[in-house]
């Protein structure tokens, strides 16, 4: 199978976390700007269209007018919650080796945080009233992507032994790394584990700072042929390798519930398809909405052993800045910024391009990116590597 020969030429981002004055539809339009200023591109060059504003969609196709794009080739609103900003990469990678376009801007942008809001209020306008068996679990208390994820954490915990502990030092290692991240939301503050284990419970076991934060802003790439790339401003990123995988189950949890993720079956065919393998990845850049999250990922990819992946994880000079697995790198949406699959995927280019300054891993051929959606029930994955 011959490589992919797609490429990402240009990375937006607009200012991140508490952010007020400008609709998603604003941040995502910035944000187009800048990617393609990044590129050394106008947004003339632009012949295709991906857009993603979070759950209410607040971003849509109007943005083509926003921008003042004329006679798209490709234009179209998508919707795979976390798993989306892998999903638009693959799209947009496909369209262009099939000459269908050339150059695609993908953009994710949302501004949930109101300026006399709280966070946890945010995204508490998009849920329903629950009506028929929904009404079960929610007479439990159990009527949030966080209680749900609480659920799944605990399934883990008791098949495994996992424990808080666990979940606390990658909630620390992330601190740390965001401490060399100036975009970071916690850039300046620290984090314990004896702050993390005094931090206040959200749903048990999830303490404040196994969740992930929320945040307004957008994020924005360019899409074209590796060819086309090598000619613009930045070092082309390739887009080697690419899966989804999506179980179907949501409502219907099964024995595997908390204890397997769509990374099971999108890591390896993704990596497949990048001729690659795990030993030649260099840096993971995995969707963090919570610290569960992260572990059950990376146990799926195969980086640690299924149901080892607390105590490996909690390892000393395992995860973090000196460690051995270069693991979200930014901050990740723990301790950087909450664009759902954007994170990942903005620190994943930054990597690859040799850019991340203090932060910067010094082997970065290969870089592992993953996006998780629902509650465990859509997963995308990429493989993104340099152009050597």
Same mark, same amino acid.
């Given at each position: 199978?011959?490589?992919?020969t797609?490429?990402?030429?240009?990375?937006?981002?607009?200012?991140?976390?508490?952010?007020?004055?400008?609709?998603?539809?604003?941040?995502?339009?910035?944000?187009?700007?800048? $990617?393609?200023?990044?590129?050394?591109?106008?947004?003339?060059?632009?012949d295709?269209l991906?857009?993603?504003?979070?759950?209410? /969609?607040?971003?849509?196709?109007?943005?083509?007018?926003?921008?003042?794009?004329?006679?798209?080739? #490709? =234009?179209?609103?998508?919707?795979?919650?976390?798993?989306? $900003? /892998?999903?638009?990469?693959?799209?947009?990678?496909?369209?262009?080796?099939?000459?269908?376009?050339?150059?695609?801007?993908?953009?994710w942008? !949302?501004?949930? #945080?109101?300026?006399?809001?709280s966070?946890?209020?945010?995204?508490?306008?998009? &849920?329903?009233?629950?009506?028929?068996? !929904?009404g079960?679990?929610?007479?439990?208390?159990?009527?949030?992507?966080?209680?749900?994820?609480?659920? $799944?954490?605990? &399934?883990?915990?008791?098949?495994?032994?996992?424990?808080?502990?666990?979940?606390?030092?990658? $909630?620390?290692?992330?601190?740390?790394?965001?401490?060399?991240?100036?975009?970071?939301?916690f850039?300046?503050?620290?984090?314990? =584990? *004896?702050?993390?284990?005094?931090?206040?419970?959200?749903?048990?076991?999830?303490?404040?700072?196994?969740?992930?934060?929320?945040?307004?802003?957008?994020?924005?790439?360019?899409?074209?042929?590796?060819e &086309?790339?090598?000619?613009? &401003?930045?070092?082309?990123?390739?887009?080697?390798?690419?899966?989804?995988?999506?179980?179907?189950?949501?409502?219907?949890?099964?024995?595997?519930?908390?204890?397997?993720?769509?990374?099971?079956?999108?890591?390896?065919?993704?990596?497949?398809?990048?001729?690659?393998?795990l030993?030649?990845?260099?840096?993971?850049q995995?969707?963090?909405?919570?610290?569960?999250?992260a572990? #059950?990922?990376?146990?799926?990819?195969?980086?640690?052993?299924?149901?080892?992946?607390?105590?490996?994880?909690? *390892?000393?000079?395992?995860?973090?800045?000196?460690?051995?697995?270069?693991?979200?790198?930014?901050?990740?949406?723990l301790?950087?910024?909450?664009?759902?699959?954007?994170?990942?995927?903005?620190?994943?280019?930054?990597?690859?391009?040799?850019q991340? /300054?203090?932060?910067?891993?010094?082997?970065?051929?290969?870089?592992?990116?993953?996006?998780n959606?629902?509650?465990? !029930?859509?997963?995308?994955?990429?493989v993104? /590597?340099? !152009?050597?």
């Amino acid at each position: 199978m011959s490589q992919p020969t797609a490429a990402i030429a240009g990375l937006g981002i607009t200012e991140q976390g508490k952010v007020y004055g400008k609709t998603a539809q604003q941040f995502a339009a910035q944000a187009v700007r800048l $990617a393609a200023a990044d590129a050394g591109l106008e947004l003339s060059d632009i012949d295709g269209l991906l857009v993603s504003g979070g759950l209410k /969609g607040r971003v849509g196709i109007e943005l083509q007018q926003q921008l003042g794009l004329t006679d798209l080739r #490709l =234009l179209t609103q998508m919707q795979g919650y976390g798993s989306t $900003a /892998g999903q638009m990469v693959q799209y947009a990678s496909m369209a262009v080796q099939s000459g269908m376009v050339d150059t695609v801007a993908i953009v994710w942008a !949302d501004a949930p #945080l109101k300026e006399k809001g709280s966070s946890s209020a945010a995204y508490s306008g998009s &849920r329903r009233m629950p009506r028929g068996f !929904d009404g079960i679990t929610a007479s439990n208390g159990i009527m949030s992507p966080t209680t749900m994820y609480a659920l $799944a954490a605990r &399934r883990h915990m008791k098949k495994y032994g996992t424990t808080n502990d666990h979940f606390g030092a990658i $909630a620390v290692a992330q601190r740390e790394w965001a401490q060399m991240n100036p975009i970071a939301q916690f850039y300046g503050t620290p984090l314990t =584990l *004896e702050e993390y284990h005094a931090s206040r419970y959200i749903a048990e076991p999830f303490h404040l700072y196994d969740c992930c934060l929320v945040s307004n802003g957008g994020v924005a790439l360019i899409v074209t042929s590796l060819e &086309r790339a090598r000619t613009l &401003r930045q070092p082309p990123v390739r887009v080697l390798g690419w899966a989804q995988a999506h179980p179907g189950r949501s409502g219907i949890r099964n024995d595997d519930f908390g204890l397997v993720s769509g990374a099971a079956q999108s890591g390896p065919a993704a990596l497949k398809m990048a001729q690659t393998s795990l030993d030649e990845i260099g840096v993971a850049q995995i969707y963090d909405c919570y610290t569960f999250t992260a572990l #059950l990922t990376l146990e799926d990819y195969g980086f640690v052993p299924k149901g080892e992946g607390g105590p490996a994880l909690s *390892e000393p000079g395992m995860i973090g800045p000196n460690g051995k697995l270069k693991l979200n790198t930014g901050g990740g949406e723990l301790s950087a910024f909450y664009m759902w699959g954007m994170t990942p995927l903005h620190e994943a280019v930054v990597q690859a391009r040799g850019q991340g /300054g203090e932060r910067q891993v010094e082997n970065h051929d290969r870089v592992l990116v993953s996006g998780n959606g629902g509650i465990l !029930d859509y997963h995308s994955t990429l493989v993104l /590597g340099t !152009d050597n």
